[in-house]
């Protein structure tokens, strides 16, 4: 039988008091809810190392000169050695022994900066490896320590944001991730979580502009590749339809 008016809205009370309670999508009657906290799509996405490299020798800044400290001078032969053995280490992988050698430079001079950016880096490089191994509070304590060596870095700022993302400290995630790419807009993990985190919260506007910066920057990257049609595939679809926002959901009807 054909319900009356009365019925009808009674029943479109009920959908939308259902879409609340269990915070999932409903479809009936023209009625589409979504949950404020919606899964990631497709897969977790892979943190790579900071993209940034190490200072070569000819890259130091404020190198002894006529005017510098005299234990500035004398130290810098002793600096320019461990600095050396520092990249030479790092590049093959042995992160702990190349810290080793960029504390032990940074010991010999703390005012040289090439230093104190190798020394960063690297304790980021050994951040990123707790990370991917779920050590998650180790990887944020890690990058802590560097961010303290060298505030500002854009690798070492992403890396901050990913552990507390890992962590779930969702807030925390997204002021270090939007710092990372003031310091370096070419961070590519920190537009894909910026992106995840943009769509969990069903901010479709802002996941597509961040999934699409991180497609530019890699075409042959699949996983962004299908964020970012999905986002777009639900933005058409939720086209149309009107909103209503209340604390802990979101609901839509035609």
Same mark, same amino acid.
């Given at each position: 039988?054909?319900?009356?008016?009365?019925?009808?809205?009674?029943?479109?009370?009920?959908?939308?008091?259902?879409?609340?309670?269990?915070?999932?999508?409903?479809?009936?009657?023209?009625?589409?809810?979504?949950?404020?906290?919606?899964?990631?799509?497709?897969?977790?996405?892979?943190?790579?190392?900071?993209?940034?490299?190490?200072?070569?020798?000819?890259?130091?800044?404020?190198?002894?000169?006529?005017?510098?400290?005299?234990?500035?001078?004398?130290?810098?032969?002793?600096?320019?050695?461990?600095?050396?053995?520092?990249?030479?280490?790092?590049?093959?992988?042995?992160?702990?022994?190349?810290?080793?050698?960029?504390?032990?430079?940074?010991?010999?001079?703390? +005012?040289?900066?090439?230093?104190?950016?190798?020394?960063?880096? +690297?304790?980021?490089?050994?951040?990123?490896?707790?990370?991917?191994?779920?050590?998650?509070?180790?990887?944020?304590?890690?990058?802590?320590?560097?961010?303290?060596?060298?505030?500002?870095?854009?690798?070492?700022?992403?890396?901050?944001?990913?552990?507390?993302?890992?962590?779930?400290?969702?807030?925390?995630?997204?002021?270090?991730?939007?710092?990372?790419?003031?310091?370096?807009?070419?961070?590519?993990?920190?537009?894909?979580?910026?992106?995840?985190?943009?769509?969990?919260?069903?901010?479709?506007?802002?996941?597509?502009?961040?999934?699409?910066?991180?497609?530019?920057?890699?075409?042959?990257?699949?996983?962004?590749?299908?964020?970012?049609?999905?986002?777009?595939?639900?933005?058409?679809?939720?086209?149309?339809?009107?909103?209503?926002?209340?604390?802990?959901?979101?609901?839509?009807?035609?």
């Amino acid at each position: 039988p054909k319900l009356r008016k009365s019925d009808a809205m009674a029943t479109r009370r009920f959908l939308i008091f259902l879409a609340v309670a269990l915070g999932v999508t409903v479809t009936a009657a023209g009625l589409m809810a979504a949950g404020s906290h919606r899964p990631a799509i497709v897969a977790p996405i892979h943190l790579p190392p900071p993209v940034a490299g190490l200072s070569e020798r000819a890259a130091f800044i404020g190198a002894a000169g006529p005017d510098a400290p005299p234990a500035a001078a004398a130290a810098r032969p002793a600096v320019l050695r461990l600095n050396d053995e520092g990249v030479t280490l790092y590049e093959t992988g042995q992160f702990s022994d190349a810290l080793a050698k960029f504390e032990q430079a940074m010991a010999a001079d703390g +005012t040289d900066r090439a230093s104190r950016r190798n020394l960063a880096l +690297t304790k980021a490089q050994v951040a990123w490896g707790y990370l991917e191994d779920g050590g998650y509070a180790d990887a944020l304590r890690t990058f802590a320590e560097a961010d303290l060596v060298q505030p500002g870095e854009g690798g070492v700022l992403q890396g901050l944001g990913a552990a507390h993302y890992k962590l779930g400290n969702v807030a925390q995630a997204e002021v270090f991730l939007e710092r990372a790419l003031d310091a370096d807009p070419n961070l590519a993990t920190a537009l894909k979580l910026l992106g995840e985190i943009a769509y969990r919260r069903d901010d479709l506007e802002d996941a597509g502009a961040y999934f699409a910066s991180a497609f530019r920057l890699d075409p042959s990257d699949a996983v962004v590749r299908d964020r970012l049609e999905r986002v777009w595939a639900e933005a058409r679809a939720q086209a149309g339809f009107r909103t209503l926002e209340g604390r802990h959901f979101t609901v839509r009807f035609e």
